[in-house]
């Protein structure tokens, strides 16, 4: 079934910037989205990267969930795929983002959620500088980049190095200072994320160093603002419609900072009312075109 010819738009008379307003079913945009997130019989993606930049990162903050997410949208697939993908070829990495929670994401996507999100990240680490002194923070940073550009190591394996070569005593208070100073440098980009563990539900955590690890990766390739906003239009496109509160909630970016980007998109964006909700969706004009000749069946799956 297609409703195309049902549409009810309005426009906004003396605004050229402004997006246009139209009246659109619940029904049509959960067959549209069904589709693009490869959920709907018949759109099952072909590999792993598909749904990746489908849904801009895999959701991992639990370790089963993106094999699980993938096992529903991709055919034939396999949980090595995914382990293949992230530590073996290092097509995608593994790191914190929106919200604060892990994600895996494609390289060409992690500068954006990374900088984007950065700010956020960093303000828990707070505590921490009122604690120890910067001299002492540099000198606990330079020893750790040191250790795992040798070898990736474990968060309990760099504080053993640290006793080994006697920086600290295993009873010194600072071992909590050492770990809080490792997730800084994980969280800031400077180190990465690897899970050594062959069981695809099973975790040994370890750290490397980004730049060795992907050389061709640089997380601060892109200001915060510039992030902040492409994210927003991934975003859109990838998930829309959607409202200014599905989109702050998604990103953990501000509602006053959404907003003003939502506003800077202007008319390249159409403005929806869904039946039976009261508020504001939207779409680009180039995914409403496809979005409203979508033809879906009421018949169950």
Not at 167 to 172: C, G
Request: aromatic share 8%.
């Amino acid at each position: 079934m297609s409703l195309g010819h049902l549409f009810r738009a309005s426009g906004h008379p003396g605004s050229s910037n402004m997006p246009r307003q139209v009246s659109i079913p619940i029904n049509l945009i959960r067959a549209f989205n069904y589709a693009n997130q490869h959920i709907a019989p018949g759109s099952e993606a072909d590999n792993v990267t598909q749904v990746v930049d489908s849904v801009i990162g895999l959701h991992s903050a639990r370790l089963p969930t993106p094999f699980v997410t993938l096992l529903s949208r991709v055919s034939d697939f396999r949980p090595k795929d995914l382990i293949e993908d992230v530590y073996v070829s290092r097509k995608m990495v593994k790191l914190r983002c929106m919200r604060r929670t892990l994600h895996i994401v494609n390289l060409e996507m992690a500068p954006v959620v990374h900088q984007a999100t950065l700010r956020q990240r960093l303000s828990e680490f707070s505590i921490v500088h009122k604690l120890v002194d910067l001299d002492c923070r540099n000198t606990i940073r330079e020893r750790i980049v040191d250790l795992v550009s040798r070898t990736p190591l474990s968060s309990d394996g760099i504080v053993n190095e640290f006793i080994r070569a006697k920086w600290i005593s295993a009873a010194h208070d600072r071992t909590r200072i050492i770990k809080a100073v490792l997730k800084e440098l994980w969280e800031d980009g400077t180190l990465c994320y690897i899970n050594a563990s062959q069981d695809w539900s099973g975790e040994k955590r370890k750290y490397g160093c980004t730049s060795h690890l992907y050389p061709t990766l640089v997380l601060s390739s892109i200001p915060e603002q510039d992030a902040q906003k492409q994210l927003i239009e991934h975003y859109i496109r990838k998930f829309g419609p959607v409202t200014e509160g599905d989109i702050s909630w998604w990103t953990g970016l501000g509602k006053k900072r959404v907003r003003e980007i939502v506003n800077s998109l202007g008319n390249r964006l159409v403005s929806l009312r869904v039946s039976s909700f009261h508020d504001t969706y939207y779409i680009f004009e180039s995914s409403f075109d496809v979005l409203r000749n979508v033809v879906w069946s009421d018949e169950p799956w």
